[in-house]
């Protein structure tokens, strides 16, 4: 009777260990065809020291603008995006605030929407050019996402938003193992980092704060109780081995004296 018990304990472990339940793997479940979903409205980013800045001065004349544009400037927004052509192809904004600019000078643009620093350039281009426009794009909107993620890693966004699900699908998805209803997202602001949690098993999500994400947010998706049960599911069942075994040795020794 007791091996019985014992047999069927540690079928319960395998059992519970490999079990993942269909509400655990679901996003937006309380989303129906008639749902009225509130919306966060896509946040309005503002430069700050250590940002890159993709930034083209378009002219009539091709020789004003080859002087003032790099030559492989328009290429790598397009094909080279990899971390060191952003950086060497870039205008970084130094710790004072400023991006230096060839022809320009100096140009304050921390604290500035893109927009913002657009027009501020585009003021200066103006003094020295006429008709000319300027093109201005943050370069280095990048996000990093880790926990239980199938690929996770350090993505970048070249469009002017990111939502929280077309990042994790970037990194190919949250694995079966990752918990939907409690995704951090952890935040770098001028004050200390502040931290949102977001269940994306409900719609509630969608109208977070933290729904749309900023550039060098970071994304931790924390695993669900059943991966930590089968991660000491090896300890369960050599618990369990260890009880079978006093059990045996108890009944034994009672027959031996009896």
Do not use: W
């Not at 290429?75 to 991006?99: A, C, H, K, P």
């Not at 966004?157 to 990752?178: Q, R, T, Y």
């Not at 409690?182 to 269940?199: A, D, E, W």
């Amino acid at each position: 009777m007791n091996k019985k018990i014992t047999l069927l304990l540690l079928v319960l472990v395998v059992m519970l260990s490999s079990c993942n339940r269909r509400s655990q793997l679901m996003y937006m479940q309380n989303i129906d065809e008639t749902s009225d979903v509130p919306m966060a409205t896509p946040p309005t980013y503002k430069l700050s020291a250590g940002d890159i800045l993709h930034i083209q001065l378009v002219t009539h004349s091709p020789e004003i603008s080859m002087a003032f544009n790099n030559p492989t400037g328009v290429q790598y927004l397009n094909q080279g995006r990899d971390e060191s052509s952003i950086y060497l192809n870039g205008y970084t904004v130094g710790t004072d605030g400023f991006v230096q600019l060839p022809f320009l000078g100096d140009t304050q643009v921390k604290g500035l929407t893109l927009n913002e620093a657009k027009n501020e350039i585009q003021q200066k281009t103006n003094a020295l050019y006429k008709d000319a426009s300027v093109i201005v794009k943050l370069a280095s909107f990048k996000v990093t996402i880790v926990g239980e993620v199938r690929r996770p890693g350090v993505i970048r966004n070249f469009n002017e938003n990111l939502n929280v699900f077309e990042a994790i699908a970037a990194v190919g998805d949250i694995s079966e193992n990752g918990d939907r209803r409690n995704v951090l997202v952890v935040r770098p602001t001028n004050k200390g980092n502040k931290t949102y949690r977001l269940n994306l098993a409900d719609k509630s999500a969608l109208a977070s704060e933290a729904f749309y994400l900023l550039p060098n947010d970071v994304v931790i998706v924390e695993p669900i109780g059943n991966k930590i049960f089968q991660l000491n599911a090896p300890y369960f069942t050599l618990t369990f081995s260890a009880i079978s075994t006093l059990i045996l040795m108890y009944n034994f020794i009672t027959n031996v004296l009896k």
